[in-house]
């Protein structure tokens, strides 16, 4: 099982700001790509797939580059809710376990 | 909304002992999983299921852990006898059938079993 790797943070964001993490994956053969968003002792959830053309979800928008196994997230108009550990998590195919980065920590200051 | 459910929420054991971790997943749903994340460690998988069967397993899942589907609704984790280094979060996902029999590869999360080993 081949690693995906994010820079731990934590990143300290002021309220409203625009914030930006990315992650890369080393296996080629990864077909699926999401972030998913983990709060303090919670279950992971979530947060959006993320396509080959790019995707938004309202503040959110995510960007993969296959060339350069890389995988972006892009947070506009922070609130303090967004503040949470942002996993990136591949997987090859639909039924396969999902490969998790260990996260990025995110804090929203008022 | 339907969600997995997961009991108990924290399983206290002592070292070498059995313990038998239950999972509800969505109703509809055919491929289920197990992850564990030590505390401050990333989530890892350890195995999927499907028809019945395991279709696949990581190099974690070794001859303590099993997996089961006793009945229609739930799936276990067995960890046989327990060590220190099981002390973790057990999280169990699922998964619905998409087309052509594949899975589709979003996973819905239960809250988790946080599981101590004394």
């Known amino acids: 099982r081949k690693e995906v790797e994010q820079d731990p943070g934590p990143f300290n964001v002021p309220e409203g700001a625009t914030v930006a993490f990315n992650c890369t994956y080393s296996?080629?053969?990864?077909?699926?790509f999401f972030w998913y968003r983990q709060d303090c002792r919670k279950e992971p959830k979530l947060l959006m797939s993320?396509?080959?053309s790019g995707n938004e979800d309202g503040r959110f928008t995510a960007q993969l580059n296959r060339a350069s196994q890389y995988i972006s997230l892009l947070i506009r108009d922070s609130k303090l809710s967004d503040s949470a550990t942002y996993l990136c998590?591949?997987?090859?195919?639909?039924?396969?376990?999902?490969?998790f980065g260990k996260g990025t920590h995110l804090i929203i200051q008022p | 909304e339907p969600e997995v459910t997961q009991t108990p929420s924290h399983q206290v054991t002592q070292m070498g002992q059995e313990v038998i971790l239950r999972c509800v997943p969505i109703?509809?749903?055919?491929?289920f999983y197990w992850y564990r994340q030590i505390l401050g460690q990333k989530v890892e998988f350890l195995v999927s299921?499907?028809?019945?069967?395991?279709?696949?397993k990581s190099e974690i899942f070794d001859d303590q852990f099993s997996v089961e589907r006793p009945d229609g609704s739930n799936f276990t984790l067995k960890i046989r006898s327990t060590k220190l280094e099981d002390s973790a979060m057990y999280f169990c996902?699922?998964?619905?059938?998409?087309?052509?029999?594949?899975?589709?590869?979003?996973?819905?999360f239960g809250a988790g079993t946080r599981l101590s080993v004394l």
């Open positions: 996902a699922s998964s619905a059938e998409g087309l052509a029999g594949i899975a589709k590869n979003i996973q819905y």
């Open positions: 993320v396509y080959s």
């Open positions: 998590v591949v997987t090859q195919r639909g039924a396969d376990g999902l490969t």
């Open positions: 299921f499907y028809n019945n069967e395991i279709s696949e």
């Open positions: 296996n080629s053969a990864s077909q699926s």
């Open positions: 109703s509809n749903h055919l491929y």
